[in-house]
């Protein structure tokens, strides 16, 4: 018998629409590997749609006053927290996630984080004004930028979301928000449930594939546009954009060196650093997939670590033994198991290295050691649930391997000596330096990087300023 499929469709003006042509695409549940609903495969009639109702929704929303933001997305959060376990099916059905793990380590982060923004809404101060020139005085007004055009990932395609609009919308500016082609269920769910709560056109999803977020990009309305990505297509965004020069703003890859010197606590070490590289599959920029460690303890290290590994389970979403369910999609895991079988031969499997089963998308915890600073899975993002050993011999040389990458998002340093951490997390060329921890974030706190991982800021006042723009107002004090 065959499963009548979902119907998802975009949520454009306050409405639910199927694509303009009809198109729609497979949505399919990585757990099984098979599609368990359609989205619609949205053109550039959809984009323009998308486009013209948040450019019509603007100049009201902008002059909504703080209060009124404030209260709208409180109203949001109470929301999602009330229908949480509809998202977390969601979420877990279209990414494959442990149910139990992501109702209690997403959804209460995402649901505080709106109410972050909600109170950021009130925060908005320039500087007082003042007179610069004689007989006048100079006023700086903060404003939202207008259109948002935002592309959001399908490792975290509810907290993604909000990252996204959360922001933007608490500073008084307009929404359309693409999820990824492969994960669009749960972003299709907050759209209901926002439906009641914002005016028509603040907030507009609309689903599709590169050439769909492509279009947005292009759009000549939004006056930002937003992804969290793959390096090539933040680059391919930053050119599309440079046309007519909008905002940018980017968060892409990551390689994060996890630093561990010789005075650390293995034990604790390794238990951490196990959870924070195969959490969600390794698929997080974040993730802590490249260990750095102390020559003599090297050894140790690796030994313990190959049995955390060998201990960490992958599993269905209703398991709740499990700490990661399958990698996203066939490609993904197509790309994770190339890197394992292209290893050179100096680098030894000490965990893992294969699939998982013959349904779905699952990877084994994979721990590879004796590798060397220019091998390409060294060098190159995995995005899967690999984590790397590689040697060093003092300060100076974790600090040249660590940062001897093109990505620069997170990093951690695990030591007793506080003078060397604060040496670490000074020489880092991180945008994050976890010390004795790795991965933890707080809305309060920025989240973003350098280098090839992008630019701009997520998170925190600082990415809530992201989506204003200051105006200077200078008035003659004669009249």
């Known amino acids: 018998m065959t499963t009548e499929l979902r119907r998802l469709r975009n949520y454009i ?5 199927d694509a303009a042509d009809g198109r729609t695409t497979e949505v399919v549940n990585p757990s099984t590997g098979e599609a368990f609903a359609t989205a619609p495969l949205s053109g550039q009639a959809d984009v323009d749609a998308a486009m013209a109702a948040a450019a019509a929704a603007f100049p009201g929303w902008r002059d909504t ?3 009124e933001r404030q209260k709208a997305l409180l109203k949001i959060a109470d929301a999602f927290e009330a229908r949480a376990d509809e998202l977390v099916t969601a979420e877990s059905e279209n990414t494959g996630k442990p149910l139990g793990l992501t109702a209690s380590e997403e ?3 995402m649901v505080d984080q709106i109410r972050f923004f909600a109170g950021a809404a ?7 004004a003042g007179e610069y020139m004689e007989g006048m005085t100079s006023i700086i007004r903060r404003e939202p930028v207008g259109v948002c055009a935002q592309v959001a990932p399908w490792n975290y395609p509810m907290m993604m979301a909000v990252w996204k609009f959360a922001p933007a919308i608490a500073a008084g500016n307009t929404v359309v928000l693409k999820p990824s082609d492969t994960t669009p269920a749960s972003t299709v769910l907050m759209a209901e449930i926002i439906d009641s709560i914002l005016p028509k056109g603040v907030f507009n999803v609309i689903c599709g594939d590169r050439e769909t977020g492509k279009a947005m990009v292009e759009h000549s309305t939004p006056a930002m546009a937003s992804i969290t990505g793959s390096v090539r297509a933040g680059m391919q965004v930053a050119e599309s954009a440079s046309k007519d020069v909008k905002r940018v703003h980017l968060e892409l890859g990551g390689k994060a060196p996890v630093v561990v010197f010789e005075d650390a606590d293995i034990a604790k070490a390794v238990e951490d650093i196990a959870v924070a590289g195969y959490f969600n599959a390794g698929q ?6 490249r260990v750095l460690v102390h020559e003599s303890i090297h050894d140790e290290f690796v030994t313990a670590l190959a049995k955390a590994a060998a201990d960490t389970k992958t599993g269905q979403p209703d398991d709740e033994d499990v700490l990661y369910g399958p990698l996203n999609n066939p490609n993904q895991l197509k790309q994770v198991a190339g890197f394992i079988e292209r290893l050179p031969a100096h680098a030894k499997v000490e965990a893992g ?3 998982v089963g013959d349904k779905g998308y699952f990877y084994a915890p994979t721990v590879v050691s004796g590798l060397k600073q220019d091998d390409e899975i060294i060098q190159n993002e995995v995005f899967g649930p690999v984590i790397t050993v590689q040697s060093f011999t003092d300060e100076s040389q974790a ?3 660590a940062n001897g990458v093109e990505f620069a998002l997170a990093s951690s340093v695990w030591t007793k000596d506080h003078g060397r951490a604060m040496r670490m997390s000074k020489n880092l060329d991180f945008g994050c330096v976890w010390i004795n921890t790795h991965i933890p974030l707080v809305a309060e706190m920025p989240h973003g990087g350098f280098k090839k991982s992008g630019y701009g800021k997520d998170l925190s006042a600082y990415g809530f300023e992201d989506y204003t723009r200051i105006k200077h107002v200078m008035t003659s004090l004669d009249g």
């Open 399 to 401: 600090v040249e391997y």
């Open 353 to 355: 290295g294969h699939q």
């Open 13 to 17: 003006g306050g409405e639910f629409k």
């Open 122 to 128: 009130r925060l908005l101060e320039g500087r007082s």
């Open 107 to 109: 959804l209460p982060p």
């Open 284 to 289: 997080d920029c974040t993730a802590a997939t």
């Open 65 to 67: 006053t703080p209060s």
